[in-house]
């Protein structure tokens, strides 16, 4: 089941590849033709959390850096409920809700989208949890909006500010 909006066959043909199933350790008892998105998946599936509250508190307080994000459009996975979602657990607001920018292709700085953080305060200096819209993307980030995707991850991974 291809997603219609979404040029999938590249990537569908790639993940199909036996080379590269066996490559990425497949089991060969896998199913056979791998798709974007699958019905048996979505019929299969368990739900075993209905709240993360306990999961996403249980990561900072382990001092593991989070980061939640949304496309600001996103229909499936609406950025305001994450945004309550965030400010609901508890932890220090340190950095208030601002916009962030990127660079585009030509050099233009952009708004990349809104920014919040937060500290679990027993550990303030070893824990964070970052809150980060995508301006102008749905679900899809990384396809939507490429540019200001990387540099969230970008400054995610490397550890700097947005």
């Known amino acids: 089941m291809a997603i219609p909006c ?18 990425l350790h497949i089991r060969a008892e896998s199913p056979e033709r791998w798709e974007v998105c699958s019905d048996e998946v979505n019929k299969d599936y368990i739900r075993t959390y209905q709240d993360l509250t306990a999961e996403y508190s249980a990561l900072v307080s382990a001092e593991k850096r989070v980061l939640l994000y949304n496309g600001d459009v996103d229909m499936a996975c609406n950025f305001m409920g994450d945004e309550w979602f965030v400010d ?23 708004i990349g ?37 990387y540099r969230m991850y970008q400054s995610f991974i490397l550890n700097t500010d947005l």
């Open 113 to 149: 989208g809104y920014v919040k953080r937060f500290v679990d305060m027993e550990k303030p200096q070893n824990t964070s949890l970052t809150f980060v819209t995508i301006r102008g993307s749905g679900h899809m980030a990384p396809t939507d909006k490429p540019l200001s995707t």
């Open 6 to 23: 979404v040029d999938d066959h590249l990537m569908t043909s790639y993940l199909n590849d036996p080379a590269v199933k066996k490559a």
């Open 88 to 110: 609901s657990l508890g932890f220090k607001l340190t950095e208030k809700r601002r916009s962030w920018l990127y660079l585009e292709q030509d050099g233009s700085k952009q």
